[in-house]
């Protein structure tokens, strides 16, 4: 298997805005370079390490290229992510609904501060960070059969570290520090 370039993932992810937002049943890859800011050649290099998509002349059917890259990327899968920071950052994520849309739903929110801890964030008790390992280990995060991902945000260098010690030992978690 080839590996893929992370600058091809970004084009995909670009390349995917762009179809959401297309009004006409097909696009060119001259079209999506144009959007993509890169070239049709481009296009359909990144494409091809994935199959076989479109007709020459013809272009791309929108809504089964929309279909396979959001496969491609991972997004047809549902992620549940534990918050961990209910700063600014957090509540922002909290509230964004692209964010569910794109299949990552926010099961659980974490923070160190005090004044923080036992508020509601969008039905979500904020929780003392102390008791992330814990909880991530018990059954009821792997209920169901989509990913799960532990998000970091708005955390301080110190806290980093922290982050690192309290995603040690939880799993199938991935802990993104931010």
């Not at 904020?126 to 532990?150: G, I, M, N, T």
Request: glycine residues 12%; aromatic residues 8%.
């Amino acid at each position: 298997m080839r590996k893929i370039s992370d600058s091809t993932i970004r084009r995909l992810s670009v390349y995917l805005r762009f179809l959401e937002q297309a009004t006409s049943p097909t696009i060119s890859s001259g079209e999506l370079a144009r959007l993509g800011g890169t070239t049709s050649a481009q296009v359909r290099k990144d494409l091809s390490f994935f199959g076989s998509f479109g007709k020459r002349g013809l272009g791309y059917a929108v809504p089964e290229l929309t279909r396979r890259i959001r496969d491609i990327l991972g997004l047809e899968r549902g992620y549940r992510v534990v918050l961990v920071g209910a700063g600014r950052m957090g509540g922002a994520l909290v509230q964004y609904h692209g964010f569910r849309q794109r299949g990552f739903h926010i099961t659980a929110i974490y923070d160190q501060d005090a004044r923080k801890i036992g508020s509601r964030w969008n039905g979500l008790v904020v929780r003392d960070v102390r008791h992330l390992e814990s909880d991530l280990k018990k059954d009821q995060w792997r209920e169901s059969d989509s990913q799960f991902c532990a998000g970091a945000v708005e955390r301080s260098p110190r806290c980093r570290s922290q982050d690192r010690q309290y995603g040690a030992g939880t799993g199938d978690a991935e802990l993104l520090a931010g």
